[in-house]
């Protein structure tokens, strides 16, 4: 099972851009598909954002992330990254990072290994 950490959140203006990264050690990520979850306040449930084939094959957006969002890896670096631009209030939330070797698409349960989680906090 992989332990990954995700880092580069914060509290940003609406049109700000972030890059989130998720990391594992120990362990290569390259065998792992790797997806980007958020859970918005208030709300029990986390949305799928995108996600990454292990290959980096093929990409995932939520069509609330087409056009501002690029997930990405590095599997040199055991790392990867979800790039946001545009950011707007409703992208608030924690953003988790998962990974798993059987997953082809991306659904929050096909995912085994996840992070703690990095906040995103887009306010005026």
């Known amino acids: 099972q992989l332990h990954l950490v995700e880092s580069g959140g914060g509290l940003v203006k609406p049109g700000d851009s972030l890059r989130l990264s998720c990391t594992t050690s120990?362990?290569?990520?390259?065998?792992?598909?790797i997806g980007w979850f958020r859970q918005a306040p208030g709300k029990e449930q986390r949305e799928e954002v995108a996600c990454i084939s292990h290959s980096e094959g093929s990409t995932y957006y939520a069509d609330s992330a087409k056009g501002r969002f690029i997930v990405s890896r590095d599997n040199e670096k055991n790392t990867a990254y979800l790039q946001m631009i545009g950011l707007k209030p409703e992208d608030t939330g924690v953003y988790y990072c998962?990974?798993?070797?059987?997953?082809?698409?991306?659904?929050?349960?096909?995912?085994?290994?996840w992070g703690q989680g990095t906040q995103v906090t887009v306010s005026s």
């Open positions: 998962a990974g798993d070797r059987w997953v082809a698409g991306c659904v929050e349960a096909d995912f085994s290994s």
């Open positions: 120990g362990v290569s990520l390259e065998p792992y598909a």
